[in-house]
């Protein structure tokens, strides 16, 4: 009896999931958006392979090592990636924002982090493609970035979970992705929908609750470390510990959910991030 109640309620949590899913695709998704993205795709040139590289500080130790410099693979990057010595070297094909604090500054910290990273993309020498979310078309930021090198395209990042038919379907149409609860999600996602068959995955360390602590003020405070900063930064957040850790189980459940759709599409991920906290993919020492 406790075991059908059970199913019972995963049932009724999975059908709710799903209709929230629903009813977000018709009211944020924007299907003119998923069309272009699709005619985007149908007149790309692409390689088979790719490499996403997270901005995690496991990277360093690669980039110095000069192992990812290839012309066998497309490079996906992220947020802040401009400010690493190797952007130059790797030009990376594809670029992705996603994070509030880029598109709405509300900080002098902030926008000083926005105008450094407005600079290195009018800096770009090489065509690159900007993805951003559909929703943040309209950012004052965007309109800063006047590289004709680079083209923005917008896409639908609206959270669709639930029924893995119904999520996939929404996927696979580019109506909506997994929760985008750190840009990496973002990119890890658009390869998979950009065709790519193998995509290997560096600099997806995950791994900031090793430095998570509450001080004597009851104040959360977590440990930021970057491939362009290794050095640790203790930041305090205002927002209390199980806020944090539901976005953390956010984003950890967004790479379960990758790695489902990419088995249903036949497009194999394997995580190369040397200490990487994400157990969703295959381990791959790739060199």
Request: with cysteine; charged share 20%.
């Amino acid at each position: 009896m406790k075991k059908i109640a059970i199913s019972i309620y995963v049932f009724v949590v999975d059908f709710f999931e799903t209709i929230v899913s629903l009813l977000s695709v018709i009211l944020f998704s924007s299907p003119m958006t998923a069309i272009k993205f699709k005619n985007y795709k149908l007149n790309l040139l692409q390689k088979e392979e790719c490499i996403v590289l997270g901005n995690g500080p496991s990277l360093k130790n690669m980039l110095d090592s000069n192992l990812l410099v290839t012309e066998k693979r497309d490079f996906f990057a992220v947020n802040l990636f401009c400010k690493s010595e190797y952007f130059d070297l790797l030009k990376p094909k594809y670029y992705f924002l996603a994070d509030t604090v880029i598109f709405d500054p509300l900080t002098e910290n902030h926008m000083s982090l926005v105008n450094g990273l407005v600079f290195a993309l009018n800096q770009v020498s090489w065509e690159m493609i900007l993805f951003i979310p559909n929703s943040k078309r309209k950012s004052q930021t965007l309109k800063k970035i006047t590289n004709k090198n680079i083209k923005t395209v917008p896409v639908n990042t609206t959270p669709v979970s639930g029924s893995k038919f119904v999520s996939h379907y929404f996927y696979k149409r580019d109506l909506g992705m997994p929760r985008v609860q750190t840009v990496v999600n973002f990119a890890i996602f658009s390869a998979i929908n950009l065709g790519y068959s193998k995509i290997y995955l560096f600099g997806l360390d995950h791994s900031w609750t090793k430095d998570l602590f509450v001080n004597d003020q009851n104040e959360v405070c977590y440990g930021d470390r970057h491939v362009y900063n290794t050095e640790l930064t203790v930041i305090k957040l205002e927002k209390p510990i199980h806020d944090l850790l539901l976005s953390f189980s956010n984003m950890f459940k967004s790479h379960i959910q990758l790695r489902e759709y990419a088995d249903k599409v036949n497009c194999t991920l394997y995580n190369c991030t040397q200490g990487s906290f994400i157990d969703a993919y295959d381990r791959l020492k790739l060199y």
